[in-house]
């Protein structure tokens, strides 16, 4: 009998499995972003005021994130929180249920910071390319300085940020592969599990890796039509 260089009978019953978990891939794509979001704001914002104390303390947090493989954060999340957690338990005799902690909470921790990390940079950049002028403008006319950053600022770094913004969700989106190492099953985990079963690991990393490409193609298109959308309002057109 003559072997098939691919099991397509396989690989077609391995894309129905696989697409199952794709809400779980999105899921912790869309969390992690909103959290990194708040805390890339954050630390661009103090980076850029000079908070004292707060200012080393972020520039550390970009250092160390910046420097270290995501792989080693979501191990010192993994391990670090239940034993800081335990800590907390023994110290003030609290009785924190550890095992009660779902696997995917120490993922969207590992994935926030470190995506925050990143994005605080585009966005401290996004609102440092903003005109000085408009600012002193703003404050002429009585607006605080407060008013002036959301009103004036931040819709401005924003219409400057996407470009960056929609290719650091594409790399979140394909770095949540690295979830199964910590038990967390999501599109690649998915895959493993399958192509494990009947050792057909090549076709099932096939089938995976297209569904990552039409799902980052996906979020490239929207992304692509927000930012013309944006730059039409920016420029004062209909």
């Known amino acids: 009998m ?3 260089f691919l099991n397509f009978e ?8 696989i697409i199952k978990f794709i809400p779980v891939t999105l899921n912790i794509t869309v969390v992690s972003i909103i959290f990194a979001f708040i805390i890339a704001l954050t ?8 908070i004292p104390f707060l200012n080393g303390i972020v520039k550390f947090y970009v250092s160390f ?3 270290t493989p995501l792989l080693v954060q979501i191990y010192l999340s993994y391990y670090g929180l ?7 338990n023994m110290r003030y005799n609290k009785e924190i249920d550890i095992a009660a902690v779902p696997a995917i909470l120490f993922v969207y921790i590992a994935f926030s910071f470190n995506v925050g990390a990143y994005l605080s940079e585009t966005f401290r950049a996004a609102i440092l390319s903003v005109e000085k002028g408009q600012i002193e403008g703003a404050l002429s006319l009585g607006m605080t300085k407060f008013q002036s950053m959301i009103r004036i600022v931040l819709p401005q770094a924003f219409v400057y940020a996407l ?5 650091t969700i594409i790399s979140l ?4 592969s690295l979830a199964f190492i910590i038990s967390v099953v999501e599109m690649m985990g998915q895959a493993k599990i399958i192509g494990a079963q009947g050792l057909n690991f090549f076709e099932v990393y096939i089938v995976v890796a297209f569904l990552y490409w039409i ?5 490239e298109k929207i992304v692509s039509i927000l930012e013309n959308r944006l730059r039409k309002f920016e420029g004062g057109k209909n």
């Open 2 to 4: 003559e072997q098939q």
């Open 10 to 17: 396989f690989m077609g019953r391995a894309i129905f499995e």
């Open 43 to 50: 630390t661009a914002l103090i980076r850029i005021n000079k």
């Open 65 to 67: 994130t910046r420097g």
């Open 82 to 88: 239940p034993k800081f957690l335990d800590y907390i």
């Open 163 to 167: 470009p960056n913004l929609g290719n």
């Open 173 to 176: 989106i394909k770095d949540t």
């Open 215 to 219: 799902i980052c193609i996906l979020v």
